[in-house]
């Protein structure tokens, strides 16, 4: 940690301008060298990574040619990427990722959850659709890990488990990529119902920074999925979700994926560095806030934010009755003068 600079990016709750709650937050931020350049609190804090494993989890795949083998493209490896929002495009494609494989909603590991999209919510109501498999966030994740077990002759029933060749690969490369042992990582089981692992913030910030810079440096794999996630970034997330602005926004410079529990990951492969963070409570309230305040404090987004990622800084609070009675914001004591 020596030379690195410490940053504070904690998020306060308020009400009659009355600090009501705050949520501590964690980071670590890594430079081109793959050192630590910025931290905030516990830079080495051990967490579940989540869905922000999904960028590397899609490599041993690729890598193998069977997702080139069932004529795939950047859409199929967007939506292996995402944490959607359960909209119809994500939902159909989903189903057309399983098709193409002889497999059907049922064979999914994931079970069914209400959308994570506001549209996605209101048109399944509209249509009078059940929530099914297909609508949980990681359906895509699911389908390409069925199609790697299916392209591979590996048996696609408990595809999800630690102990299969498809979880293993993922770890494998989740190890290369953050130089953390599969040996030394807690393994546990995410809400989706696939094998998660455990690492340190630093570690996950160091993946995405050699990710990102293997993109820039136009390595195959890692440059493909940047390339299908910024052409089809609504794919991503969805119509109101924060990667998805944040990539359009940025134009792409920045690739950032949401995880649970207040985990989140991003790389500007431009400048070479990652970012994690980990807010301490899990709240989704204060991460997005958490991450925008990071990034701006690193130079990858400037102090005054374009409209549409403003939006997300300052988070209104209100009563039963619709009016505005507080917010969630950056806490006041680490805004620049």
Same mark, same amino acid.
Request: glycine share 10%; charged share 20%.
């Given at each position: 940690?020596?030379?690195?600079?410490?940053?504070?990016?904690?998020?306060?709750?308020?009400?009659?301008?009355?600090?009501?709650?705050?949520?501590?937050?964690?980071?670590?931020?890594?430079?081109?060298?793959?050192?630590?350049?910025?931290?905030?609190?516990?830079?080495?804090?051990?967490?579940?990574?989540?869905?922000?494993?999904?960028?590397?989890?899609?490599?041993?795949?690729?890598?193998?040619?069977?997702?080139?083998?069932?004529?795939?493209?950047?859409?199929?490896?967007?939506?292996?990427?995402?944490?959607?929002?359960?909209?119809?495009?994500?939902?159909?494609?989903?189903?057309?990722?399983?098709?193409?494989?002889?497999?059907?909603?049922?064979?999914?590991?994931?079970?069914?959850?209400?959308?994570?999209?506001?549209?996605?919510?209101?048109?399944?109501?509209?249509?009078?659709?059940?929530?099914?498999?297909?609508?949980?966030?990681?359906?895509?994740?699911?389908?390409?890990?069925?199609?790697?077990?299916?392209? &591979?002759?590996?048996?696609?029933? @408990?595809?999800? $488990? #630690?102990? +299969?060749?498809?979880?293993?690969?993922? *770890?494998?490369? /989740?190890?290369?990529?953050?130089?953390?042992?599969?040996?030394?990582?807690?393994?546990?089981?995410?809400?989706?119902?696939?094998?998660?692992?455990?690492?340190?913030?630093?570690?996950?910030?160091?993946?995405?920074?050699?990710?990102?810079?293997?993109?820039?440096?136009?390595?195959?794999?890692?440059?493909?999925?940047?390339?299908?996630?910024?052409?089809?970034?609504?794919?991503?997330?969805?119509?109101?979700?924060?990667?998805?602005?944040?990539?359009?926004?940025?134009?792409?410079?920045?690739?950032?994926?949401?995880?649970?529990?207040?985990?989140?990951?991003?790389?500007?492969?431009?400048?070479?560095?990652?970012? &994690?963070?980990?807010?301490?409570? @899990?709240?989704? $309230? #204060?991460? +997005?806030?958490?991450?925008?305040?990071? *990034?701006?404090? /690193?130079?990858?987004?400037?102090?005054?934010?374009?409209?549409?990622?403003?939006?997300?800084?300052?988070?209104?609070?209100?009563?039963?009755?619709?009016?505005?009675?507080?917010?969630?914001?950056?806490?006041?004591?680490?805004?620049?003068?």
């Amino acid at each position: 940690m020596q030379g690195a600079r410490e940053i504070s990016v904690d998020v306060e709750v308020t009400r009659a301008d009355v600090i009501e709650s705050r949520h501590r937050v964690h980071a670590a931020v890594i430079g081109d060298d793959d050192s630590l350049t910025d931290f905030a609190r516990e830079s080495g804090l051990v967490t579940m990574w989540r869905s922000c494993s999904k960028l590397f989890q899609v490599l041993p795949f690729l890598a193998s040619g069977g997702f080139d083998q069932l004529g795939w493209g950047s859409e199929q490896l967007a939506l292996s990427c995402a944490s959607h929002g359960g909209e119809p495009e994500h939902v159909a494609l989903a189903a057309r990722m399983l098709d193409s494989i002889g497999l059907e909603e049922g064979d999914l590991a994931c079970g069914p959850h209400e959308p994570l999209s506001a549209r996605g919510v209101k048109m399944a109501r509209e249509l009078g659709t059940p929530w099914t498999r297909l609508h949980n966030n990681c359906s895509g994740k699911h389908a390409s890990m069925l199609a790697r077990a299916f392209t &591979a002759g590996w048996p696609t029933g @408990g595809y999800e $488990r #630690a102990d +299969h060749a498809v979880q293993r690969a993922c *770890l494998d490369e /989740v190890a290369s990529w953050s130089g953390v042992s599969t040996d030394d990582m807690p393994i546990g089981v995410d809400g989706c119902g696939v094998t998660v692992m455990a690492l340190p913030l630093d570690r996950m910030a160091l993946a995405y920074a050699r990710w990102g810079r293997a993109v820039e440096a136009a390595d195959e794999l890692p440059s493909r999925t940047a390339a299908a996630i910024r052409a089809h970034p609504h794919l991503l997330g969805g119509t109101d979700r924060f990667d998805t602005v944040l990539i359009e926004e940025t134009k792409g410079a920045i690739i950032s994926k949401v995880g649970a529990e207040g985990v989140h990951c991003a790389t500007v492969p431009a400048m070479g560095i990652g970012v &994690a963070i980990k807010v301490e409570d @899990g709240t989704i $309230r #204060a991460q +997005h806030i958490a991450l925008l305040r990071v *990034l701006q404090q /690193v130079g990858a987004l400037p102090h005054v934010l374009p409209p549409r990622l403003a939006e997300w800084t300052h988070r209104a609070i209100r009563n039963t009755r619709g009016e505005i009675v507080g917010e969630v914001r950056a806490a006041m004591s680490q805004l620049p003068e």
